[in-house]
């Protein structure tokens, strides 16, 4: 590896080795602008040290920021003096300097993570990479198909739905759990990454039952208020298409019958993970024929301030069985299509079997 990328690497890292050297760089650049502003002010006024404070805010963390703001501001200002009298015009550079610095300190010290802001946006990104992919289906076999569409509260990338999937080697039994933490958006990015790292290292080793409730013990754990989820689990034998779905807190499953092309309510019900330490779970069977399916939804595509639960289902059954009216493929996504804005994180899965 060259050291043009050792030294990315390292200042993707944040560490501090890497900070001085930033520090130690954009410092010899400011210098080197004041050389030029002594001698000749007009090549290079005040006004273009605007960029290094730009600089440093983009690359430093707030600790390292500091010397280089105060380098700026004194190389800066000391070549506006020696240029000659303070005009008006010059007074008002120096004074959107200093207010223009003080803010990008306080901007910089605000960043929760103590890392420059295109560092924390780049962990924001990898952790919504690591939650995607804990929801990737493995590829099914002949016959069989699984898609799941996801949007976030007013269109953040970050999400409090999220999907954990595992396939047995011998392909024949899959496991789907579609989990709605509490909260929305970016603010629970962090405990869906969290809770879905739980589940993934769950699934495929416990019974569904017994599943939820070791989830349900994990967010008991977490000795939050707001740590608690409803969840539904559903494994499916794709040898026979028997299926099991259990269910905690979670909106009742979806079934669609080929006979009569309609999209019936399932029983299972449960109570919500986190809440109480014995959860009620009830879980309900069946099996899938050829050109059936099943479908799970969190509560953002049901229910809104206008509408209860029920009404939501109805609405539901509806626009699901219009969505699939042209064939299952690409039907969750146009299902949540339909679902109209609202504050709440929305996801739908179907789980389909090919017609023989």
Not at 25 to 38: F, H, P, Q, R, T
Not at 55 to 83: D, S
């Amino acid at each position: 590896m060259s050291r043009s990328g050792t030294f990315v690497d390292d200042w993707r890292s944040g560490s501090w080795d890497s900070q001085r050297r930033v520090v130690v760089l954009l410092g010899i650049g400011v210098l080197l602008a004041g050389l030029v502003s002594w001698a000749d002010y007009e090549t290079l006024p005040a006004t273009t040290y605007f960029v290094w404070l730009l600089l440093g805010m983009l690359t430093l963390r707030f600790e390292a920021l500091l010397p280089l703001t105060g380098l700026v501001l004194v190389v800066a200002l000391a070549a506006m003096v020696h240029a000659g009298p303070l005009t008006g015009a010059r007074v008002a550079v120096a004074a959107t300097l200093l207010v223009s610095s003080a803010l990008i300190l306080y901007q910089s010290s605000r960043q929760r993570s103590g890392l420059p802001a295109p560092l924390s946006e780049a962990l924001l990104a990898e952790l919504k990479g690591r939650l995607q992919a804990q929801g990737k289906v493995p590829p099914l076999p002949p016959g069989w198909s699984a898609q799941s569409a996801m949007l976030a509260s007013h269109g953040a990338g970050y999400a409090g739905d999220f999907l954990v999937a595992d396939l047995t080697d011998d392909g024949r039994r899959l496991e789907m759990v579609l989990v709605d933490v509490c909260g929305k958006g970016v603010a629970v990015g962090p405990q869906a990454l969290q809770f879905a790292g739980a589940l993934g290292g769950l699934i495929g080793a416990l019974p569904p039952a017994e599943l939820l409730r070791a989830a349900n013990r994990f967010l008991l754990r977490q000795r939050s208020d707001e740590s608690f989820a409803t969840a539904v689990h559903v494994l499916v034998d794709l040898t026979d298409g028997a299926w099991t779905v259990t269910s905690a807190g979670h909106p009742p499953a979806l079934r669609y019958v080929a006979a009569d092309t309609t999209w019936h309510v399932d029983g299972a019900r449960g109570t919500a993970l986190g809440v109480v330490p014995d959860p009620e779970l009830h879980a309900s069977t069946g099996t899938l024929g050829p050109g059936e399916a099943l479908m799970f939804y969190t509560d953002g595509v049901v229910e809104s301030r206008d509408t209860d639960l029920d009404e939501g289902i109805a609405w539901l059954q509806r626009t699901a069985r219009q969505a699939v009216a042209r064939g299952f493929a690409g039907a969750a996504r146009r299902v949540l299509a339909e679902v109209p804005r609202g504050d709440d994180d929305r996801a739908v899965l179907i789980l389909h079997r090919a017609g023989g």
